[in-house]
T-cell receptor
Framework: DGGITQSPKYLFRKEGQNVTLSCEQN?????MYWYRQDPGQGLRLIYY???????QKGDIAEGYSVSREKKESFPLTVTSAQKNPTAFYLC??????????????FGPGTRLTVL | AQKITQTQPGMFVQEKEAVTLDCTYD???????LFWYKQPSSGEMIFLIY??????QNATEGRYSLNFQKARKSANLVISASQLGDSAMYFC????????????FGKGTRLHILP
């Protein structure tokens, strides 16, 4: 089955620790994205990547880092510099071609809680 | 200024009735795309429907239709014959043409279907 997987589903972190969230897709999509969702809010873009070995900051990139070494994978690291990391994190992918519908497909999300 | 505005934080609708979820958008770009996503309590975002700014007809996907009023910058989602499984958060989103692949999300409307 084609889709996007995120792991883990729930993650607990102590203050001051870095933590990495996994995102893998087998849809052969070029573009991948990370969003943060706080309770009762919409999605805010953290980072996105339109091609392997390239990525751009979104609206709230401070305190986060990413890599895109493989087309299928786009891990997100939440660093200790992120002041309020407790949130729901969603990964998405899209074909990445302009001029088309190009909807984003989402993974099931990771709920991160800082203790 | 907000690019996507959803003015209804919550709605209660009787099962089998039709429901309209409001969305207004703000852009000066003549080329853009509008999306609606559903987010059940499980957290995953599910793509529902897409409308391109140059599409002549309103988009429809099964029980979902998009009431696109370009002059009013309005893109309301209409769900016909609502079902209990329609209870979820609904997000309106926009991608502006000529840009990279970023999508901007509204804050969402929580829909409750009553038996």
């Amino acid at each position: 089955d084609g889709g996007i997987t995120q792991s883990p589903k729930y993650l607990f972190r102590k203050e001051g620790q870095n933590v990495t969230l996994s995102c893998e897709q087998n849809l052969n999509h070029d573009a991948m994205y990370w969003y943060r969702q706080d309770p009762g809010q919409g999605l805010r873009l953290i980072y996105y990547s339109q091609i392997v070995n390239d990525f751009q900051k979104g609206d709230i990139a401070e305190g986060y880092s990413v890599s895109r070494e493989k087309k299928e994978s786009f891990p997100l690291t939440v660093t200790s510099a992120q002041k309020n990391p407790t949130a729901f994190y969603l990964c998405a992918s899209s074909m990445g071609t302009s001029g088309s519908r190009n909807e984003q497909f989402f993974g099931p999300g990771t709920r991160l809680t800082v203790l | 200024a907000q690019k996507i505005t959803q003015t209804q934080p919550g709605m209660f609708v009787q099962e089998k009735e039709a429901v309209t979820l409001d969305c207004t958008y703000d852009t000066s770009d003549p080329s853009y795309g509008l999306f609606w996503y559903k987010q059940p309590s499980s957290g995953e975002m599910i793509f529902l429907i897409y409308q391109g700014s140059y599409d002549q007809q309103n988009a429809t996907e099964g029980r979902y239709s998009l009431n696109f009023q370009k002059a009013r910058k309005s893109a309301n989602l209409v769900i016909s014959a609502s079902q209990l499984g329609d209870s979820a958060m609904y997000f309106c989103a926009m991608r502006e043409g000529g840009r990279d692949d970023k999508i901007i999300f509204g804050k969402g409307t929580r829909l409750h279907i009553l038996p």
